[in-house]
């Protein structure tokens, strides 16, 4: 079955740096959409970033534009979320996701498969 297992998350300051990665199995990885969305405690899940098959295509949400750095290594079937400068309102859960189709997606009920998510703790 599709399995998608997040990895990287943990506690930095803010103005670090993380690196989330997100293996995924049971799917032709390069066939998928891939995005990162977060979840903080009493919110609802948002869109970080996504990217397509062959990461020529990326997109972002304004608070991490110019931050956070989406990236995917097809022959490994992993992505990557490179967090910089990071701030106190970027704690949250980190989910990855997978989204049939060729187009860039960034609402949660577009994507198919979800890992377990990964908490990331920015203090202040």
């Known amino acids: 079955q599709v399995q998608l297992v997040e990895s990287g998350g943990g506690l930095v300051q803010a103005g670090g740096s993380l690196r989330l990665s997100c293996a995924a199995s049971g799917l032709t990885f390069s066939y998928f959409v891939m995005g990162w969305f977060r979840q903080a405690p009493g919110k609802e899940r948002e869109f970080a970033a996504a990217?397509?098959?062959?990461?020529?295509?990326?997109s972002y949400a304004g608070s991490v534009r110019g931050r956070f750095t989406i990236s995917r290594d097809n022959a490994n079937s992993t992505m990557y979320l490179q967090m910089n400068s990071l701030k106190p309102e970027d704690t949250a859960v980190y989910y990855c996701a997978a989204a049939n189709g060729a187009l860039i997606k960034r609402g949660p009920n577009d994507y198919h498969y979800w890992g377990q998510g990964t908490q990331v703790t920015v203090s202040s």
């Open positions: 990217i397509n098959w062959s990461g020529s295509i990326t």
